[in-house]
């Protein structure tokens, strides 16, 4: 999580009206983010798996050849005509709606900036 002034931390909650898939709109974001260093094993990239203790959403993983534990970026699902990223660290952000304004537009993409209690 990033902190902001005066010590709150915050996530983003996206929200993209589609038809598609929640898997489909999460397999646009993991496609965008995966980076390739010089040395061996220097390869960082995002996952979607499915979730496990429901069905109809998946988890967005970071996951770096190096190390065999993933990282949780976010997680995708359908809530109605609209599939929502969330739990988002505000430090992703840029990863995440690059690639979903690119494919699904500025007006179809909108975003929750929400303060976490920690």
Known sequence: MCTFLFGVVMTIWFYV????????????????????GIHPNDQYSW???????????????????????LTEIGLVYRIGDTVVLSEIDNDFAPNVIAPLITKYGFDNVKWLVVPTIS
């Open 17 to 36: 009206k589609t038809n598609d898939d929640p898997k489909v709109v999460g397999e646009v974001v993991c496609v965008f983010n995966y980076a390739e």
């Open 47 to 69: 996952i979607l798996q499915e979730g496990r203790d429901e069905t109809g959403y998946w988890e967005i993983k970071g996951k770096y050849a190096g190390l065999k534990d």
